[in-house]
Structures are given as C-alpha cells and as structure tokens.
C-alpha cells in the first residue's frame, strides 16, 4: 500500500467512534488485499437497507474502501479484477449481534469440558468462525466466551491471521448465583470457576465493569435476569438490583461503552432499560411499559428466536438437558416468537442475533427467516442485520450500507431475500474489506 493512501486510510479508520482494534482490523485487512482496485457488476443492488434496490451498478472497491457506486457496468481499466455478479442480488455484509464463538450446545460439553484445553477451544473457535464467514456474516459480536481466548481471536482476526468475521467482544459482569455465574458443578469446581467479575451490591458491580473493560471488554454483558440454560431452579425473572445495574451503565459509559443486559422476564428488562442500557438481549417478555421504555431510551432489541427454537426442540427431542432447564426451555423458548411479534408490531428498535453457540454456528440466517414467520418484513429484517446492528455497535461510519468510504463488506445471493428470506440460507458471494472469501 503505498505511504500516502496507507495514511488517509488510518486517519479515515481512527476518526471512527470505535475502538483502536476495530481501526486496526480495518487498515490491517486492507492492507492484506495489497493496493487491490476491485469492481463490481451487480445486477440488483441493496445498497443502502431501507431502501429500494437498484438495477445494474458498478461498486468501485480500492484498498478494501468502496470508492464509488454508480449506474450501469462500466468498464475500470484500472481495476485488478472484476467480479461479475451480474445475475445476483448484492447487499451489505450480515451481522449478528448475538454469538458464543467459542462453543456449540451438545451432549458431549460435559466431557469437553474436562478434556479440551483451552489451546483446543482456542482452535475450535477460529473454525465456528469461519463457518459464520462463509454464512454472510462479516461482524459479530461475542457476548459470551473465555474472555482472553476471545479477545485473542479478535487479534488474530484484526492481524489477518485467520478468516472470520470482525469480533466486537464483550466482558461478562454478573452476580453471584446469577445466569452469568458457573452452574451444574460440584462446589469445588465452582469455586475454582467463578469470574472474578462476579459481583454484589452497586459498589463491586463498579468494580467488576471497570475490570472488565480493563480486560479488554469492547463492551460489557450483563445479566439482569435468570436464564434458560443456567442449570439450576432459580428462574428467568430480574436477579440483578436496580442500582447494580445503574453503576455498571455508569461505570462503562465513563469509559466510553455500551452495555447489553440478557434480560428474559419484564420485570428485568424494565429494570436493566431504566439503568441505561444500550440493548436487551432475548427480550422474551417484554410488556407494553417496556416498549415504551425501548423508544424512550432507543435501546435496541436482539431476539434471538433462533435459540428459542433450538431449545425447544432439544428439550423436546433429547435427554442431556436437565429437567430444569428442559422446563425452562420449553416454557421461555416457545413463547418468544409470539412474544417478538408484539415488540416489533410496537415499534422497537430491532438489531439482528442468534445466540448461536446455543444454536449451531453457520445457520445464523435461520433466524431471518423465523423473524419473518413472526411477521416482520423481509427489508426490515436485513436492515436489522445491517444498518441497525452497525448502529447498535457505533459502526455506522464503517458499516452497514454500500456507500463510498466504508468498508467492502460485501455477500450475493442468486435469488433476493426481499421475494423470499430463505435466499439467505444459501449465501453465493462474501467478501469482508475487500478480500473474497466465497465465490460460487
């Protein structure tokens, strides 16, 4: 890359309201793609999510930058390469705002527990990663791993070490006996397992945020409520106080981050929206005096309907879920869709999220499709993959949209998932920055 455009590239990437490691991964990538000048031929493109598409336009791609996007098939004597995806439908990279990169629910995770080193998760990791890659999805963010491990990821992805999506990564905050904490061990394994952001009161919940970010945490995840799949009979209803979710908001914020509070029954979700938080993950029972909330705040919903299904149909079909959780499951998982229809119908602000890790890596787009059973429009549904979750992470400079200086994270598919959702299940084209990664 030559000095003078390296330049303008690293003052573009530090000007953005996110972090130092997403400028990194950005000039980094750029840098992997080597002064490429890219075009494009797009038979129908969803530039802008929101937005009608537009019939045949070129998308001029430098330094993994999108320089122009302009009507018809022109011709680029300076272009390297030309992509021709003129019988496609192009649209902005997905996101999913809701992942556990590191595992995958089965009935083996006992044992793999006891047996995988976290030198193996660590590998595991990189591989569900590029599975989510080579789904269309070209940024995440991790609300739940080993946090080291994560973070380490998010550097070797920044580096250009490995292929998988841009990593926004969260450090976990809970208290004590919650669904962040340890569960389903024998005490001492407990003991040797608990977080040392494990917290109690408003002043050691302060504590634990400002370790948190100190850590690494591009964002904090708490948990204002029980959970499904915490393995023990302690429910899905408001765990965490009030005030100890106000000086985690207050402690984060200080710092310049967001906070997204897992939140299941509505007594929880009204609490964790009156501290401030910046996103309700699940969101399973929301009521009509938190969907004021919601719009009062513009705290987004992630809905996660995909781990609702998946649940139901492991508690329904297997035996290695306790009897609590296969109660809990069945209960909190079959109501959310019904319960997502409401919020949407209310006018939320929806951002895109599986959970997967509870669902499988790589079957991420699942969850358009039940967003669409539930009655959600095709566009407003890839918006919220897209426009939205680039909101939701501060990212809307970079992210998001087709349009000049943001980054070229690009997918196709053959069909548009405006005439039908289930086009995302079978993702042709993706390119992150710049660098193709699938091409049939």
């Known amino acids: 890359m030559h000095s003078d455009s390296n330049l ?8 953005l309201p996110g972090t130092l490691a997403f400028a990194s991964a950005l000039l980094l990538t750029a840098a992997q793609v080597n002064a490429e000048t890219i075009a494009i031929y797009a038979g129908k493109l969803l530039a802008v999510p929101g937005q009608q598409p537009l019939e045949q336009h070129t998308v001029l791609i430098e330094d993994g930058i999108i320089k122009s996007v302009t009507p018809g098939f022109n011709e680029v004597p300076t272009a390297s390469q030309t992509i021709d995806l003129k019988n496609s439908f192009v649209m902005p990279g997905l996101m999913d705002m809701h992942v556990h990169i590191q595992f995958e629910i089965s009935p083996k995770n006992d044992s793999e527990n006891l047996r995988m080193s976290s030198e193996e998760i660590g ?3 990189i591989h569900f990663g590029k599975k989510t890659l080579l789904a269309g999805f ?4 991790d609300v739940g791993s080993d946090e080291q491990q994560m973070y380490a990821l998010r550097k070797a992805v920044n580096e250009g070490w490995v292929d998988s999506p841009r990593i926004i990564a969260a450090g976990g905050v809970g208290i004590t006996g919650g669904h962040s904490d340890v569960s389903g061990m024998k005490h001492d394994l407990l003991d040797f397992y608990t977080s040392k952001q494990i917290c109690d009161g408003p002043y050691d919940c302060r504590r634990a945020a400002r370790r948190a970010i100190k850590f690494g945490g591009d964002l904090i995840k708490v948990s204002a409520t029980g959970g499904v799949l915490t393995d ?3 429910g899905t209803g408001q765990q965490m106080a009030l005030d100890e979710l106000k000086e985690i908001v207050q402690a ?3 710092m310049g981050k967001k906070v997204a509070a897992h939140a299941h029954q509505e007594d929880g979700i009204i609490a964790a929206l009156k501290a401030g938080v910046a996103s309700i993950e699940h969101g399973s029972y929301a009521n009509e005096e938190a969907f004021a909330l919601f719009k009062q705040t513009g705290a987004y919903l992630v809905p996660t309907l995909l781990a609702g299904d998946t649940v139901v149909q492991m508690a329904n079909e297997s035996d290695f879920l306790s009897e609590e959780i296969k109660a809990k499951a069945i209960k909190v998982g079959g109501d959310m869709k019904g319960n997502f229809a409401k919020a ?9 999220g599986t959970d997967s890790g509870v669902s499988r890596h790589g079957i991420n787009a699942q969850e358009a499709v039940l967003m669409f059973e539930a009655g959600m429009p095709a566009m407003d549904i890839l918006k919220s993959a897209t426009v939205n979750a680039a ?18 994270d690009i997918i196709a598919t053959h069909g548009s998932p405006l005439d039908d959702i289930s086009e995302l299940l079978d993702v ?13």
């Open 252 to 254: 984060a914020k200080s």
């Open 391 to 408: 909101d939701l992470i501060d990212q809307s400079a970079a992210l998001g949209t087709l349009e000049p200086g943001k980054a070229a």
């Open 232 to 234: 023990r009979d302690t």
């Open 344 to 352: 949407y119908q209310a006018g939320v602000n929806i951002a895109f």
């Open 8 to 15: 303008r590239l690293k003052r573009w990437a530090l000007a």
């Open 138 to 141: 070209t940024t995440v963010r």
């Open 123 to 125: 590998m595991r990791s």
């Open 428 to 440: 042709d084209f993706v390119m992150k920055a710049g660098k193709v990664y699938k091409q049939q």
